[in-house]
């Protein structure tokens, strides 16, 4: 009975996580760009190309894997046009923190005619609070994750926090 009882909890309290996770991006997104969650990108069959959105000193903290850092205070379309192959149908992730920065660059790629792009739903503090590995910049795993903010901070559950 206690079993269930905590299985119950559990599955409440992801529940009740993912709804405000969704009231928090229906306030600050438009859904102008399809999202992606971390479950599908973490399977092996999901070749993407990854672009982080947050800024560099964010990036340094840790990252995904193989992503590419392309900034949002600073970001530069032409700079990032020529880092993406010339496939217009490539598959694109773009994530941030939470993926509301996110969006907006993603948008951006989007009207630069690329057709297969996606905002990674709930961002790198979702990626890391499923369990999935951030690396640093010598590509070596981490449990550090850069927080944005105290404020925003409150999302990641999981993984040490840097502010």
């Known amino acids: ?16 996580a993912q709804k405000k996770l969704d009231k928090l991006l229906k306030k600050w997104n438009t859904r102008n760009v399809p999202y992606m969650s971390v479950e599908t990108l973490a399977l092996p069959k999901t ?3 990854l672009l982080d959105a947050r800024e560099e000193k964010e990036y340094k903290v ?15 379309l032409k700079e990032t046009l020529a880092k993406l192959p010339k496939d217009k149908n490539t598959k694109i992730v773009v994530y941030c923190s939470l993926g509301i920065r996110s969006e907006t660059v993603a948008h951006k790629i989007i009207e630069a005619g690329y057709t297969n792009v996606y905002n990674l739903y709930g961002g790198i503090f979702e990626w890391k609070n499923a369990s999935f590995q951030v690396v640093d910049t010598l590509g070596k795993p981490t449990e550090k994750v850069h927080t944005f903010s105290k404020d925003w901070g409150k999302w990641l559950k999981k993984g040490k926090k840097v502010y």
């Open 62 to 76: 840790s990252h995904l894997e193989d992503a590419i850092c392309v900034g949002y205070d600073k970001f530069k």
């Open 47 to 49: 070749k993407a190309v």
């Open 1 to 16: 009975m206690k079993k269930i009882f905590l299985l119950l909890l559990l599955v409440s309290a992801s529940v009740s």
